[in-house]
């Protein structure tokens, strides 16, 4: 419950976001292949004294996501317009350390915009968040938290 009310608070702050994300729209698309349909970008990072690497994946079709210790993928960017997008296409990433253990948590968050299926309209929009642990032991993030509208 702690958990979660920190989490609220903070993105109840309109100064949540930090210029210092993991990375940004610029990185995205500065370092995609030529002639690839799919890319990859591995960050090397350290977390109170522990060297990690994070992956993440990208489409030309405007998909992004992010790679987690149980080898499972989290969205972190939608610019494809098949009905849902992020607005801005990313999400902004910040780190806290939400389960107070010495080590920062990550925690990724936005607005997901539905689109009209036949015009280009948004129709309605919703505030997503996720939460990634930080696991020292794996080096690396496990999901923890999605909000409902994330899905």
């Excluded at 794996?138 to 409902?148: D, I, N, Q, V």
Aim: overall charge negative; some cysteine.
């Amino acid at each position: 419950m702690k958990q979660l009310f920190v989490i609220f608070a903070l993105l109840g702050c309109p100064f949540f976001a930090s210029a210092s994300g993991i990375i940004t729209k610029s990185e995205i698309f500065s370092t995609e292949p030529p002639e690839s349909s799919t890319w990859t970008i591995e960050k090397n990072l350290e977390n109170n004294g522990i060297e990690y690497s994070i992956r993440f994946d990208f489409t030309k079709k405007g998909n992004g996501t992010i790679s987690t210790v149980e080898n499972s993928w989290v969205a972190i960017y939608d610019s494809h317009q098949d009905l849902e997008t992020f607005k801005g296409g990313l999400l902004r990433q910040d780190f806290h350390d939400i389960d107070q253990d010495g080590y920062n948590d990550l925690i990724l968050a936005g607005i997901k915009q539905i689109w009209h299926e036949e015009e280009n309209l948004v129709i309605d929009e919703a505030p997503v968040t996720v939460v990634l642990l930080f696991e020292p032991k794996l080096k690396g993030f496990r999901l923890s938290y999605t909000s409902e509208n994330y899905d």
